[in-house]
C-alpha cells in the first residue's frame, strides 16, 4: 500500500478490524518512510462491474460516485448517514450477483428509486428529477400524483 504522505511503499498494517458496516476491514497503517499514520479500507469485490451509460460509453462503476449522488437528494434530509453506505453496499453486492458484469446506468437508476422511495419521499423526488431529466413541474406534478396512488 502506497503512503498518501510521502508515496513510499514501505508500510505496515497495525491494526485491523471490521468496519461499522461490517462489509469491509478497516486497518490501521503506518510508513516506514515518514512514520505517519493513515486508514485503508479493504471490501470484498466479487466481479469487476462497468456501468454503460445512456450515450453508449462504459465507465468502471464508482461507489463513490453512486453515493455522492444519494447523498446530494439526501441534503438536508432527516436521514442518518449510515443509510448511505448501507444502500450503496447492498446495490452493489446486487449488482455483482445478479450475474452480469454490464449494468446500464438506468438499471443502477431505478435501483436507487426504488430504495430512496421507501426511505425519503423528498430525496425521491429529488433524485427522480434528475434521473428522468424533468423539464417542467408538469413532471413534477405526474411523479407526485403517482405517489399519492401508490
Given at each position: 500500500?502506497?503512503?498518501?504522505?510521502c508515496g513510499?511503499?514501505?508500510?505496515?498494517?497495525?491494526d485491523?478490524?471490521?468496519?461499522d458496516d461490517g462489509?469491509?476491514?478497516?486497518r490501521?497503517?503506518v510508513c516506514?518512510?515518514c512514520?505517519?499514520r493513515?486508514?485503508t479500507?479493504?471490501r470484498?469485490?466479487?466481479?469487476?462491474?462497468?456501468v454503460?451509460?445512456?450515450?453508449?460509453?462504459?465507465?468502471?462503476f464508482?461507489r463513490?460516485?453512486l453515493?455522492?449522488?444519494?447523498r446530494?437528494?439526501?441534503?438536508?434530509?432527516p436521514?442518518?448517514?449510515?443509510?448511505?453506505?448501507r444502500?450503496v453496499?447492498?446495490?452493489?453486492r446486487r449488482?455483482e450477483?445478479d450475474?452480469d458484469?454490464?449494468v446500464?446506468?438506468k438499471?443502477i437508476?431505478r435501483?436507487?428509486?426504488?430504495?430512496?422511495?421507501?426511505l425519503?419521499?423528498v430525496?425521491?423526488?429529488?433524485?427522480?428529477s434528475v434521473?428522468?431529466n424533468?423539464r417542467e413541474a408538469k413532471?413534477?406534478q405526474?411523479?407526485l400524483?403517482s405517489?399519492?396512488?401508490?
Open positions: 500500500m502506497r503512503c498518501p504522505f513510499s511503499e514501505d508500510t505496515q498494517v497495525k485491523s478490524r471490521p468496519a462489509t469491509s476491514i478497516r490501521r497503517r516506514n518512510g512514520g505517519e493513515f486508514t479500507f479493504e470484498v469485490q466479487l466481479r469487476e462491474l462497468t454503460v451509460k445512456t450515450d453508449g460509453r462504459r465507465v468502471p464508482d463513490d460516485k453515493g455522492r449522488s444519494i446530494v437528494a439526501l441534503r438536508k434530509r436521514v442518518e448517514e449510515g443509510a448511505v453506505d444502500i453496499n447492498s446495490l452493489q449488482l450477483t450475474g458484469s454490464e446500464t446506468s438499471q437508476g435501483m436507487v428509486l426504488e430504495r430512496l422511495k421507501e425519503d419521499q430525496a425521491y423526488v429529488r433524485f427522480a434521473y428522468e424533468f413532471d413534477f405526474d411523479l400524483g405517489l399519492d396512488n401508490g
